[in-house]
């Protein structure tokens, strides 16, 4: 059944749902991050900065804050030798981050702990992970 053809009643109970299944999957993440060393925001800035050389508002507009946010977010992970900070070839008013390679394998060791953490989850449960991704993927887009 398409959402638009539910009730207010079942609609409400999804959104309760969803609202639940954000804080639980929060916790996940800030579980496995601190596992990694590092904090659950250090986490997404370098899941962010790993897609590709991200400008640092691309960064802000990706973990929702201020720029300003992010650049003593970046400050603290740059110190911990994760990232560097790395001048745009084609406009050198942006800065960009890349990963390091210590900043590479905390993504990857964050990953695997995190992918260790859900599939704890029942397996009898039958999660379609493609309708999951998809929704995902639009939920990103809004």
């Known amino acids: 059944m398409k959402l638009m053809q539910k009730s207010a009643t079942e609609m409400d109970s ?15 993440y800030e579980a496995a991050s601190e596992q990694v060393g590092i904090s659950a ?13 991200p400008a640092l508002g691309e960064i802000a507009e990706a ?3 201020d720029k300003t946010n992010v650049t003593g977010l970046v400050d603290r992970v740059e110190k911990l030798g994760l990232v ?12 960009r981050l890349e990963l390091t390679e210590k900043g590479r394998a905390s ?11 859900l599939t704890r989850f029942d397996p009898k449960l039958k999660v379609d992970a493609e309708s ?3 929704i995902a993927g639009q939920l990103r887009e809004e």
């Open 107 to 117: 993504v990857d060791r964050f990953h695997v702990e995190l992918n260790r953490r």
């Open 41 to 53: 925001q250090q986490a997404q800035l370098l899941c962010a900065a790993g897609w590709k050389s």
């Open 14 to 28: 999804l959104a309760s749902s969803l609202v639940g299944l954000y804080f639980s999957l929060e916790r996940v």
């Open 84 to 95: 560097a900070r790395v001048t745009d070839p084609d406009d050198r008013r942006v800065t």
């Open 132 to 134: 999951i991704t998809a």
């Open 63 to 65: 973990l929702h804050c």
